[in-house]
């Protein structure tokens, strides 16, 4: 079975920063994408980050140039180090692996960012 375990959630003060990890294990086929949700309350999921296999990044406009995905092969561990947190970012943040014909996905942590 395919879990995939999130850490580093947590509240942190404006201007802050925090590094979220999500390593996966059990039997999973080739990893096409690994990447970064976020969910506010009231909101819908949206995409924060996201990097493939060949080492392509993308990022939600939002968090352009404070965010960092980053990744262990070996480890089949993806990292979002978030720097300079705003209130704003506040949210749940689950991790996604997408592999060929699936999805999974974490249990989410939570980051609190007070003004």
């Known amino acids: 079975q395919v879990q995939l375990v999130e850490s580093g959630g947590g509240l942190v003060q404006a201007g802050g920063s925090l590094r979220l990890s999500c390593t996966v294990s059990?039997?999973?086929?080739?990893?096409?994408?690994m990447g970064w949700y976020r969910q506010a309350p009231g909101k819908q999921r949206e995409l924060v980050a996201a990097g493939t296999s060949d080492g392509n990044t993308n990022y939600a406009d939002s968090v352009k140039g404070r965010f960092t995905i980053s990744r262990d092969n070996a480890k089949t561990t993806v990292y979002l180090q978030m720097n300079s947190l705003k209130p704003e970012d506040t949210a749940v943040y689950y991790c996604?692996?997408?592999?060929?014909?699936?999805?999974?996905w974490g249990q989410g942590t939570q980051v609190t960012v007070s003004s």
């Open positions: 059990g039997r999973i086929s080739s990893i096409n994408i």
């Open positions: 996604n692996v997408k592999v060929p014909l699936s999805a999974y």
